[in-house]
């Protein structure tokens, strides 16, 4: 718009003290011929603005006179911009960044050019695995800005790709990884950017519950999900130097307990099953043995025999059923057999 080109043209002589026409159209993506009617605009408008002719001529402020549009301090400017870096490969975002750089006062442009400068997202982790934004995250952050409804595919971990028309409310990051907050048929869901396969806008407006606060709405969705993740929880007991591995498996999901005679530590860990638990507890071995409840030490069981099948021969997994037919619990003092393939 008009009116935005003034400010931009306004913040452009202001930054650089005198510029030519075609450095204001090559700067703000104009033609020359708009560029000179925005110069001249603002001289009709009353901004001390005068042109010079000739060799090392162009347009200028009269005296060097300054309009400070942002009222930021230097600590806010460089908050901003520390923000917004990561992000600067939005056209949009570039486009704003570069109109308040020139808004910034001169002995806070340094500050405010390292601060954008400070930060990098590099959307492969170490597994190689592909970031937690995927290539629709542009487009749904116009969707959530325009209030336009979208037609979103979506592929769940566990189903077969689907389509469903949803109401973008917001985006949220949360430990690295983007999720679309939306309105559905079934009321507010979250939708991780990774998973989406397409998303189409459909010119159809968004329609946004009454007071709706993204930062609310969001904390209300990651406590259900929350209690999904924590819905079932195993004892068990484990060598002290198993800790370090249970603390970066299980994280806050694990609570130890006094350290035992034998120098075992015993714990309790939360997990959505308690045979995702098993199965996770189960790559330390003998290292770890889980107490309760009983489905825990049974799936163990299960995985034992599995394991002993596959890398231990049919001999030893008959070996394994005839000791530990299933439905049949031990006493703590016998430690499940998982892991447990004989070599030789």
Do not use: C
């Not at 400070?118 to 995250?137: E, N």
């Not at 009454?210 to 209690?227: I, K, S």
């Amino acid at each position: 718009m008009k009116a935005d080109r003034l400010v931009a043209t306004l913040l452009l002589l202001q930054a650089r003290g005198r510029v030519t026409v075609r450095e204001v159209a090559q700067e703000l993506e104009v033609s020359e011929r708009t560029a000179r009617r925005d110069l001249e605009a603002l001289t009709a408008a009353g901004v001390p603005v005068y042109s010079q002719r000739g060799r090392g001529g162009g347009w200028s402020l009269v005296g060097g006179a300054r309009t400070d549009l942002t009222g930021f301090t230097s600590r806010e400017i460089g908050a901003l911009f520390l923000a917004a870096g990561p992000l600067s490969a939005s056209p949009e975002l570039r486009a704003a960044l570069r109109k308040l750089m020139r808004a910034v006062p001169a002995p806070m442009r340094p500050h405010a050019e390292a601060a954008a400068k400070a930060i990098l997202i590099d959307g492969v982790d170490w597994s190689r695995t592909a970031g937690g934004s995927g290539p629709h995250q542009h487009a749904l952050e116009r969707a959530v800005l325009d209030g336009e409804q979208v037609r979103l595919g979506y592929a769940h971990p566990d189903q077969a790709p689907g389509e469903r028309t949803v109401h973008p409310l917001g985006l949220v990051s949360k430990a690295g990884r983007w999720y679309l907050v939306a309105g559905t048929e079934e009321g507010l869901r979250t939708f991780r950017l990774s998973r989406v396969t397409s998303a189409t806008r459909t010119g159809e407006p968004v329609r946004r519950p009454e007071g709706f606060d993204l930062a609310a709405a969001w904390r209300e969705l990651a406590a259900e999900v929350e209690q999904r993740l924590t819905a079932a929880t195993v004892r068990a007991r484990a060598d002290h130097d198993a800790l370090p591995v249970l603390r970066q498996l299980l994280g806050g999901r694990l609570r130890t307990g006094d350290v035992q005679i034998d120098g075992r530590v015993e714990f309790t860990a939360d997990g959505p099953s308690v045979e995702v638990l098993a199965a996770q507890l189960a790559g330390l071995g003998g290292r770890v043995e889980v107490l309760d409840p009983p489905e825990a030490r049974e799936s163990l069981v299960r995985l034992g025999r599995s394991l002993t099948a596959v890398y231990g021969g049919r001999e030893e997994a008959a070996h394994l059923d005839s000791h530990f037919p299933l439905g049949t619990y031990y006493t703590e003092d016998v430690s499940v057999p998982v892991m447990a393939a004989h070599h030789g």
